[in-house]
């Protein structure tokens, strides 16, 4: 099976997750400064959540278009990055209306590290149906950014218990680690 099926289906996913986000964005009652400082909570958190929704269809773009073939394995794996990632909108509702407690905090990171194994998972899934020795598998390498990218949200977890904010900031800074895709992937498509 080639890749533009499987891509396809996922960038309609994606972009239904953002809509989702948006519209749980309301607009401000009132017309003045306060009124509009009172949604920016929400903005700043639709922010916290567009940013790995988009750099997770980024990087998924590059990541199938170096695939030479997809299994039904693949297939799985990919369908469970997307239950993970439909999860981001509800968390981040949570985290709107209660961004300063914890357990909101801790179930942000806990999607965030679910859909981030969830790539690492797909990945090897994808190694799988190339071959270990394929020209995919050398690209990926130690796949340092995904080792980190799970190990930073395991953290945000832990962290969020601690000081909510903090939780936060290792989520962004996992989601701008992957701003740029890995140019090996890029040179393999």
Known sequence: M??????????????????????????????????????VPSLLVFALSFAPIGTYWNNH?????AAKKITPAVMWAN????FWLCLVPVV????????EESLPAASYAAVCLLAGAAYWLLTR??????????????????????NVSVVAYSAAFVLAFLSPFACYAICLAVALMWIIPDRRLREVS
Do not use: C, Q
Not at 11 to 36: H, K, N, Q, R, Y
Not at 79 to 82: E, K, N, P, S
Not at 126 to 141: E, L, M, T, V
């Open 92 to 99: 981040t509702a949570w985290v709107a209306d209660h961004y």
């Open 125 to 146: 899934a994808i190694i799988g149906a190339n071959g270990r020795d394929s020209d995919f598998a050398r690209a990926i390498g130690s796949d340092l950014k995904g």
């Open 2 to 39: 080639s890749t533009g099926r499987v891509e396809a289906f996922s960038d309609g996913v994606m972009a239904i997750i953002i809509t989702i986000m948006a519209f749980g964005i309301e607009p401000p009652i009132g017309t003045d400064l306060e009124a509009l400082g009172e949604v």
């Open 79 to 82: 369908l469970h990055l997307l």
């Open 61 to 65: 773009h590059h990541l199938l278009s």
